[in-house]
């Protein structure tokens, strides 16, 4: 069977969890050494800052150090936060986390939804589609490897990626202007709800610019998971995981955010019922995998005991995999 395997983290840390951070960052690395080993599709890491949990502020350097300890699996930080940063410091470490991974790794481009972050890192809200265009052009022009104009100076990238800028940077987002401004860069668009009218503004974005070499990376209804060889235990012992993880989000909600992981649930029970979260036994896992074409693996979602979380990427191996 040819599957999308996700293995996904955020390293969001409920207070409740019995794991130190440096404790969880070491596991994460295993398990990104672990998911190599087992043949998972994709990697994946998420950024955000000024959190009071412990959200992962540096996902580049937690791509390089798991692309140092990977061979095969390719890796991704979705959503990097552009307009946050500065676009010759993110062209530079792109610029080697891709030779150093040959190849395999990639970055969805994303707007962001939190004004706190925005006014923490000294960047102006209100301009924050502008200045994504203005640091996408940035991007696109240092990886040319040629001479041009930045900041008054003449600028080159050395080194430069191996691969085109098409396989190195996505746009992400859910919006109508998110799906234009991905075609208007000439670069792949990674929404993050399975929308067919984004795609249609996408494709019709395409034909305007004459791009007809990207497209559209849906989701495919992606949940939470961990494996488990009995749900109902584990909703029991480990839900409140999922529930933190849930509400921490909840709090961060904005008028134009629209993803998957939002929840309407106020306890445990509703969110097992809302199915964004799940424990599935091996044998549902393989036939979500049937249905739906992949799975994303979440084993350290909301502060998950490392135990726990090694628990279900070994049930993942042992009777997940062989299926796949």
Known sequence: MNALTVLQFDMRRSPECPDSQEARYRGCLEMVEWADKTGLSVVGFSEHHNTEDGFLSSPMMLAMAAAQATRNIRLSVSALLLPLHDPIRIAEDVAVLDLLSQGRFMAVAGLGYRESEYRTMGVDWKRRGA??????????????????????????LNPVPKRPARSLLCIGGNSV???????????????????????????????????????????????????????????????????????????????????????????????????????????????????????????????MPLDAAWKSLELYASKVAPAL
């Open 131 to 156: 200045i994504m265009d203005e640091k996408i052009g940035v991007l696109l022009n240092a990886w040319k490897g040629e001479y041009f104009t930045h900041n008054d100076v003449q600028t080159m």
């Open 177 to 303: 202007s998110a799906a234009r401004r991905a075609a208007r860069f000439g670069l792949f668009f990674a929404p993050a709800i399975d929308d067919p009218s984004l795609e249609q503004a996408y494709n019709a974005a395409c034909d305007a610019h004459g791009f007809h070499q990207g497209g559209v990376i849906f989701p495919q209804e992606p949940s939470l998971t961990l494996v488990s060889d009995d749900p109902d235990r584990d909703w029991a012992r480990y839900g409140k995981y999922f529930l933190y993880d849930a509400h921490a989000y909840g709090r961060w909600q904005h008028p134009t955010r629209r993803a998957y992981a939002e929840s309407s649930a106020s306890d445990i029970t509703g969110l097992r019922e809302e199915g964004k979260y799940c424990f599935l036994t091996p044998a549902q896992a393989v036939e979500r995998v049937r249905q739906k074409g992949s799975i994303n693996l979440s084993p350290l979602c909301g502060g």
